[in-house]
């Protein structure tokens, strides 16, 4: 298969990490006789130094000549300021929306390798398997906004149409019947219409999944079982907001920030694929960056956009394997001995 991937490294460590998943893609196509290319634009941070903007013109137009998307991280002190005109923020919003990116997937689980070093007893996390599915490009985030200005008040609006739900429930319910048939739907349906309209849209997709189990959660007690019954969750369906919380909060489970894929997905097999970690300026350049978040997310990449399950599926496996021969980064070495970001590439190509 040929196919033509536009790279954003991004800032920070990001460039570090996505050279790794390149490696990693180029192993890959190989070994099973894909032609990869890779073209490497410009967002976030560096974009904004190079062109005063997040998100050029020039990277939106790439990125619609390729199949997929992938990104290191943006964002970093130089550029933090939350009321400047310009932030790398920006960027990502505005490449969700431009390519339709509305189901976000966050999958968490914890390595058995790692499970001791998360916050909560490891009898706990035995068989933490869980897949977020985060709406991405609706509600608060883009709903319509008032800047106070000179003036005192501001807002912004939570705002939900039913198709939007609905494709994001199918999306939610299509994976729970790949997996084990259960679904929760995130809300805050005691007190807010637009999420009234959800739970009520969710139910009626219900319908056409009679085989996947559905289950509502209120999203403050969400917050709640997912700390006290985390294996208990299959597929997790929320909108944009309570998606971001939630998904950070679950990813605490996994024993590391920097293990952690995710992919962002339109209707047509197109995505966009990241780490959930952020830019991490202040290991940047060191050789300290965990590359497996990014390395999983090309996994992601080549299941969803490229329809190569048993490629992916080498990359998933490698990493467990080089986990369990006890190969660590510094972030997951907990005071034990740790190898640098190339090593542990490495010794994922090596698995492969
Ligand atoms: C995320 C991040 C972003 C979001 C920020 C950086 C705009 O927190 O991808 O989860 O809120 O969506
Ligand atoms: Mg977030």
């Known amino acids: 298969m040929k196919a033509s991937i536009m790279v954003l490294p991004g800032d920070g460590i990001g460039p570090e990490v996505t050279s790794k998943a390149i ?4 192993k890959i196509a190989s070994k099973y006789g894909h032609e990869f290319t890779f073209n490497e634009a410009l967002m976030g941070g560096i974009a904004i130094d190079k062109f005063g903007t997040a998100l050029p013109d020039e990277t939106l137009r790439l990125g619609e000549q ?8 943006v964002g970093g002190p130089k550029w933090d300021n939350p009321t400047a005109p310009v932030r790398p923020e920006q960027g990502l919003l505005k490449i969700r929306k431009h390519f339709g990116l509305f189901a976000n997937l966050r999958p968490v689980k914890t390595y058995p390798a790692l499970i001791e070093y998360t916050p909560l007893r490891p009898e706990m996390l035995e068989g933490v398997d869980m897949l977020f599915i985060r709406e991405l490009t609706g509600g608060i985030y ?3 906004r008032q800047e106070a200005g000179d003036g005192d008040s501001s ?13 994001v429930a199918h999306v939610a319910f299509r994976a729970a019947q790949g997996r084990r048939k259960k679904l929760t739907s995130v809300d805050k349906a005691n007190v807010l219409a637009v999420m009234r309209l959800w739970r009520k849209t969710v139910v009626e ?3 056409d999944y009679a085989d996947v189990a559905l289950e509502h959660l209120l999203v403050d007690a969400m917050t709640m079982h997912l700390l006290t019954r985390p294996s208990s969750f299959d597929v997790v369906v929320a909108g944009n907001m309570f998606g971001d919380i ?3 909060e679950a990813s605490v489970l996994s024993g590391s920030l920097g293990m952690l894929p995710s992919a962002s997905l339109a209707s047509e097999r197109f995505g966009l694929y990241e780490p959930i970690h952020g830019s991490a300026p202040d290991i940047a350049g060191q050789g300290k960056a965990n590359p497996t978040g990014t390395i999983l997310s090309t996994a992601m990449l080549l299941r969803y956009s490229l329809d190569l399950e048993t490629e992916a599926q080498a990359i998933e496996q490698a990493v467990e394997n080089v986990l369990a021969e006890g190969a660590r980064t510094a972030d997951i070495a907990h ?4 190898i640098s970001t190339d090593e542990f590439a490495q010794a994922i190509l090596n698995q492969i």
């Not at 490696?23 to 180029?26: D, H, K």
């Not at 807002?155 to 494709?167: A, G, K, N, S, V």
């Not at 005071?335 to 740790?338: I, M, P, T, V």
């Open 142 to 144: 883009f709903g319509p």
């Open 66 to 73: 390729s199949d997929a998307i992938l990104l290191g991280a």
């Open 205 to 207: 997709v219900h319908e």
């Open 335 to 338: 005071g034990g001995s740790f």
């Open 155 to 167: 807002y912004d609006t939570m705002l939900y149409t039913r198709p939007e739900i609905e494709r």
């Open 23 to 26: 490696a990693v893609l180029e």
């Open 246 to 248: 939630i998904t950070d």
